[in-house]
């Protein structure tokens, strides 16, 4: 009998501790590339985002700031203060989605003010809107 006591306490320490373990944070920050399209995100740690186009359509560069909030579901995710172009004075409100670390779905709103953010946001994903981004390697 004695031994299922000492036993216990072990158990307990062990099932606390890895049921306390938080689940690591997704961060964006790297670079990304979207599927099916000629798109790079650059995501850096000060929440400066450079965003590269090159397709044959538009071939530019755009400079904007962004802020993810991965403590909601889903995670938002919004682009704005852009250095120049038609997204100028708008602000992208979005929603994001990682699969992994590597992979992440991401669905975007232009609006031209912050109180328009949350009844704006997109709530779910349109399949038309959507775009799936990988991390570059």
Request: charged share 25%; aromatic share 14%; glycine share 2%.
């Amino acid at each position: 009998m004695p031994k299922k006591i000492a036993f216990l306490p072990v158990f307990l320490f062990i099932l606390l501790t890895y049921s306390c373990r938080q689940k690591p944070e997704f961060s964006l920050v790297d670079r990304w590339k979207m599927i099916g399209d000629s798109q790079v995100m650059y995501f850096d740690s000060d929440t400066s985002l450079i965003w590269l186009i090159q397709n044959e359509f538009l071939e530019d560069t755009f400079i904007a700031e962004y802020k993810i909030d991965t403590n909601k579901l889903p995670m938002t995710l919004d682009v704005y203060n852009f250095n120049r172009g038609i997204l100028k004075d708008k602000i992208l409100v979005g929603i994001v989605k990682p699969y992994g670390n590597d992979t992440l779905l991401i669905d975007f709103t232009p609006i031209d003010d912050w109180p328009q953010a949350d009844s704006i946001r997109p709530k779910s994903f349109n399949p038309e809107e959507m775009k799936y981004l990988v991390r570059i390697k």
